[in-house]
């Protein structure tokens, strides 16, 4: 009969996984990474290509019927997106793409297979061998493509 653990000990067992840790790291990181991200776009790219005169677009905003539009916010978020992305993918991504593309340059070509076990005694025979030298049995012999 299966042990039964208590509420807590199933807890810290499942917060104590490797990757459940790793996603809490990730998210930390995530997030004061979003902050720095966030600075950058307000107080340089912003004021870089604003608009003249509007160094900062979360004031963009237009109305309709009493309902405020806050498209500058919309381009301010547009801009810290696509800060993002170019930051994961310049620092995170070509780099991981770059060292798996060193690994497999470096990695042996496969063998060809010479051998095969033979389907009765299991005993490693040559793929075009007709019977078996350990046990005498006649087996198919596998062309060679």
């Known amino acids: 009969m299966a042990e039964k653990k208590g509420i807590l000990a199933e807890l810290k067992e499942f917060l104590l996984r490797g990757n459940v840790v790793d996603l809490a790291v990730a998210v930390v990181i995530g997030t004061a990474f979003g902050a720095v991200v966030k600075a950058i776009v307000s107080d340089i790219l912003t004021p870089l290509i604003g608009i003249p005169g509007k160094a900062d677009f979360s004031t963009l905003k237009f109305t309709i019927n009493g309902s405020r539009f ?11 997106f696509l800060s993002v992305a170019a930051a994961v993918f310049f620092f995170v991504v070509k780099p991981i793409d770059a060292v798996t593309s060193r690994l497999k340059r470096g990695a042996p070509e496969p063998v060809a297979k010479t051998t095969r076990d033979c389907p009765y005694c299991l005993t490693p025979i040559p793929l075009a061998a007709t019977k078996c030298p350990a046990c005498t049995s006649t087996v198919e012999p596998v062309l060679a493509t």
């Open 70 to 80: 806050l498209y500058g916010d919309l381009i301010n978020n547009v801009i810290s």
